[in-house]
């Protein structure tokens, strides 16, 4: 290796302080928090109440085509929608037509919505198509010699593929999989959708509640585990992984004909040869020739339309690499799996092996990879740029999960907005930047393509939505499964939103012979994994997740999606049920309605919220008094200072990230590293080390020596040396490589240089807090939104226009398509007024009378009194401090805040959302453990009844907060 690329790789591995993306999906997602000890207050009902009980089957439509190119049935007026809607036609997704015909490119196109009358209840019907023929047609496929007699039997060459895959994933890539899939424009994922009135509880075998008698779901033994992998190593060497042979040389051949003629047909050529696929599906060709002739632009594809396939093949093509940014490292895995092997790839992320980075590094700089997988963090690395920027050229970076990129969005990450157009030209220099997405509404897409510069001729938005929602009412999730449709699938994922819900479900199955096994971020990556290969290969029927699992996932088998919870948005609704029927199978999709969750969820929405006083707090703390201190590197313990500030860390690094990108730069943002370091000498002497190296005379006087320990801060140092923190670390490494010292680093923060000092705080708290405050309704939106649509089809629909009693395809279907391009139907989810109790003030004095020693904000009085934790107030003190008298379940038992009782003449601990009070409050998660026990208390139905008053004055954060806001100075309020 060369020694300049020794010395980087040196660097690269010594220093990866930037942490890559969690490798689930819950770091993607800013809400809910996935541990949710404090339960929110139950919430008061919503304005057009659906009774538990009121459960419509609604029965799947028979597939029966209208006529081809039939006229539009005249729509009748949305009562929510006060302006009759035209659709544009370029939606996110596209409805499909049916047709007879198993060729169904011409029957795909756009329809308006109003469409589907009655007389096209059918319209949303499966299609079946033929399995695509991997022989390709036409092209003589140049084998290996190896394989040479394998285009007679092509599944045999297909199956043979033990040839490890060349990238660089370490040892264990299994080969990627040739799917027999058609490749039409209108395949995509082929769902059922069904909704249900609430779920109900889970009883197991002895009729007992789940509560107490779930833990969190166990792995099975060392033995047990070890005899599954064998077997799942098995499976994939009979066929799990098949690949086929192809002739590099022939590929190269090809893809130098597409470079200088991009024509369909020079790229036909490549697809058939590389994928075996016939044809393109739709606005994959579109997006690939654009990326050819050097142009940036965004693709928005439902999920398992082939996204992939529009950067992978121009990959193959041009000269350069191609940078794939993506959100999660397990996608990043996924994804690098799934490459043809002809196309050499790697990864860069921070949960390999220095080796194994090398090793990337290396392969890079000597051109052996074309694709490399990056997160958005590495961006942040200085190293990382200039290794980058040092490297052969950069063809073509792809934002994958583009929407992250912007705040609007669902799934907004800080990191992804550092990738501008601005930065990738001037740091990467390069030609085209390829945005893709599968769920993004208008808004999300107009901000990804102006970050990204992206103009609007050159978006591609084909998408498509599946085609039957066939609403139904089960009595619970058992015998939903145990019903057909349902028994006949074999691979459903059921979504829940609460991580303890998932051990809860899947213990629950099981113990009803299903095999099923729960995944959530709170379980360790290596079993995370063990839980997805077992549902890859067909070891368990069900799994049972958090928003966590399914990114990346290419299981093309999965029959059914069940939303046992409401989603948080319609676009993650779209997209987890984009995980079903990816091998264009009907597959069917189910969600449980039930408005208390949608009532707690958006409760949480509020959870991370930060009001002015704490911005600008924020803000004294982020820029020192001092202002001379442009240049300056500082930092912010991520720990202490989300204590003190009462911020969540990636509260903290959005506001940071703002700073950096907003309208005035007043910062840079540099790699997050611990700060404070604490070292040893061994071999020369301090002083003397000192008179040979400038960092160590520096050290000696900023230090504090404590037996031989020296302890410092390594931004400060940085600054009299006048290098940056990653400089001075680096050297520091060095002189430990040289024996002379051993350092400990910790407190991981948030560094930053300072660029300019804002003159005026105030107002540039006031400005954050209301962009902040933006993006909090924004999300609260997209709830309402997701509510709406299903709340509509259930209860408002007026059974026009192909809906009927048991059948709500084409009025869910429409609310979806309208949300998609930017109407706002959430009218009747907005509380009334900020009305509350006048029991409301006296609690919240009495409360701040009682902890008199706390500094509290509004917004933290209204996240306790919510029963919601933040950084300052964890449910653990909290919930120590006063335990709640009326909680049973302990696992669900909430932090407990005072609610006087003044009527019944008793004080009560007890928290707001404690699940006693939900009963009297008409819910059904109660055990029937907890009614049995309460029923003997003759005292708690009427103080349930007082808490429930409590609870309906403050049990929505619209009450709440004109209250707690109206409160300015809370401690004089308290007096
Ligand atoms: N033209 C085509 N013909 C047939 N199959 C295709 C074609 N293009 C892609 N596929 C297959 O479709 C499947 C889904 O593709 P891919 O994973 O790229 O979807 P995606 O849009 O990225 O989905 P997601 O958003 O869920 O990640 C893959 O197995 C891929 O091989």
């Not at 590094?361 to 052996?368: K, N, Y």
């Not at 301090?686 to 302890?711: D, H, M, W």
């Amino acid at each position: 290796m060369e020694p300049f690329f020794t010395h980087l790789l040196l660097r690269l591995n010594k220093f990866r302080m930037e942490s890559d993306s969690d490798s689930d999906g819950s770091h993607i997602s800013a809400t809910p928090p996935r541990n949710l000890s404090p339960s929110p207050p139950r919430p008061p009902p919503p304005p057009l109440v659906v009774s538990n009980k009121s459960r419509i089957r609604i029965k799947p439509s028979k597939s029966k085509p209208g006529p081809s190119g039939s006229s539009k049935a005249p729509s009748k007026p949305d009562p929510v929608l006060e302006t009759p809607l035209s659709l544009p036609t370029d939606l996110p997704f596209q409805i499909r037509r049916p047709s007879d015909a198993p060729s169904v490119s011409s029957s795909i196109e756009t329809l308006p919505a109003g469409f589907f009358s009655s007389s096209h209840s059918a319209s949303f019907a499966k299609i079946r198509r033929p399995l695509i023929n991997l022989e390709p047609s036409g092209i003589e496929p140049v084998l290996t010699p190896t394989a040479s007699n394998s285009r007679a039997n092509s599944t045999d060459a297909r199956t043979r593929g033990k040839t490890r895959l060349p990238n660089l994933i370490g040892a264990s890539a299994p080969m990627p999989t040739v799917k027999p899939r058609p490749c039409s424009g209108g395949d995509g994922n082929f769902v059922r959708l069904n909704l249900s009135g609430k779920r109900r509880k889970f009883l197991n075998k002895k009729g007992k509640s789940g509560g107490k008698r779930y833990k969190r779901g166990k792995f099975k033994s060392q033995h047990e585990r070890e005899g599954e992998e064998k077997d799942i190593g098995e499976l994939k060497q009979r066929g799990g992984c098949k690949i086929r042979e192809i002739d590099c040389a022939v590929v190269e051949e090809a893809a130098a004909a597409a470079l200088d003629e991009p024509s369909e047909e020079n790229l036909v050529k490549i697809l058939k040869l590389v994928y075996g696929y016939d044809c393109f599906r739709d606005g994959q060709v579109e997006a690939i020739k654009m990326v050819l002739a050097g142009k940036s632009g965004a693709v928005v594809l439902p999920t398992g339309a082939g996204k992939s396939l529009c950067y992978q093949l121009p990959a193959l093509i041009l000269p350069g690499i191609t940078l794939v940014v993506s959100p999660l490292v397990a996608l990043m895995t996924d994804q690098l799996r799934q490459l043809p092997y002809v196309i050499r790839g790697g990864l860069l992320s921070s949960t390999q092996t220095p080796e194994e980075a090398s090793e990337s590094l290396m392969q890079l700089r000597q051109g052996g990879i074309k694709v490399l997988f990056v997160s958005p963090e590495r961006f942040l690395n200085e190293g990382f740029l200039s290794i980058i920027s040092s490297l052969p050229a950069i063809s073509l970076v792809v934002i994958d999960e583009a929407h992250c990129i912007s705040e609007w969005s669902h799934n907004f990450r800080p990191s992804f907005m550092r990738l501008r157009a601005s930065l990738l030209r001037k740091t990467l220099n390069v030609r085209a930047v390829l945005a893709m997405t599968a769920t993004a509404t208008t808004t999300t897409l107009d901000a990804i393509m102006s970050a990204l510069d992206i103009p609007q001729s050159n978006l591609i938005q084909k998408a498509q939505f599946r085609d039957n929602f066939h609403l139904s009412v089960m009595k619970d999730l058992l015998i939903l499964i145990k019903s057909p449709p349902f028994a006949e699938v074999q691979s459903i994922i059921i979504y829940c939103k609460f991580q303890y819900e998932t051990d809860q479900v899947s213990r629950y199955l099981n113990d009803h012979s299903i095999l099923a096994k729960s995944y959530h971020s709170g379980i360790t990556a290596k079993e995370r994994s063990y839980v997805q290969d077992l549902f890859n290969s067909n070891k368990i029927r069900v799994v049972v997740a958090t928003v966590a699992f399914g990114m990346g996932l290419d299981k093309s088998d999965v029959g059914a999606v069940i939303h046992y919870s409401l989603p948080e948005s319609l676009e993650e609704y779209v997209q987890e049920i984009g995980r079903a029927g990816r091998d264009g199978r009907l597959s069917y999709c189910h969600l449980f309605y039930d408005d208390e969750t949608f009532f707690k969820l958006r409760s949480l929405m509020y959870s991370e919220g930060v009001d002015e006083y704490a911005v600008n707090k924020f803000l004294r703390e982020v820029f020192p008094a001092d202002k001379n201190s442009c240049g300056k590197i500082c930092s912010l313990i991520k720990e202490s200072a989300s204590r003190r500030l009462d911020m969540k860390e990636e509260v903290m690094l959005t506001l940071l990230t703002r700073l950096e990108l907003g309208n005035v730069q007043y910062l840079q943002l540099l790699p997050q590293i611990n700060t404070t370091c604490t070292l040893a000498f061994h071999k020369t002497t301090p002083p003397l080390l000192a008179q040979k190296v400038s960092a160590i005379a520096v050290i000696l006087k900023r230090s504090e020596n404590k037996r031989g320990q020296y302890t410092f801060d390594i931004p400060t140092v940085a600054n009299d040396m006048g290098v940056t923190a990653v400089e001075l670390t680096n050297q520091l490494y060095d002189l430990k490589l040289m024996g002379e010292i051993t350092y400990e680093m910790k407190d991981m923060a948030y560094c930053y240089r300072i660029i300019e000092v804002p003159t005026d705080l105030l107002s540039l708290s006031e400005d954050i807090t209301q962009w902040l405050s933006e993006v909090e309704n924004c999300k609260v939106q997209k709830m309402d939104a997701m509510f709406s649509a299903v709340y509509y089809a259930l209860n408002l629909c007026d059974k026009m226009q192909g809906c009927n009693g048991t059948n709500h395809t084409p009025c869910l279907q429409r609310k979806i398509l309208e949300y998609f391009s930017g109407v706002d139907n959430t009218g009747f989810c907005k509380k009334t007024d900020g009305q509350s109790s006048p029991f409301l003030r006296a609690d919240i004095k009495v409360f701040l009378q009682s902890n008199s020693q706390a500094q509290f904000t509004p917004r933290a009085v209204a996240r306790i009194m919510h029963g919601i934790a933040s950084p300052a107030y964890p449910s653990t003190t909290w919930r120590e401090q006063n335990p709640c008298k009326t909680c049973i379940d302990p696992r669900t038992r909430n932090g407990a805040y005072f609610v006087p009782c003044q009527v019944v003449g008793i004080k009560l601990r007890s928290c707001v959302a404690c699940y006693c009070c939900r009963k009297w409050g008409a819910s059904t998660h109660l055990s029937s453990q907890v009614e049995t026990s309460e029923r003997k208390n003759e005292a708690l139905p009427r103080l349930c009844l007082m808490i429930c008053i409590f609870q309906l004055s403050i049990g929505n954060w619209d009450s709440m907060r004109p209250v707690v806001g109206g409160i300015k100075d809370l401690q004089s309020f308290a007096v």
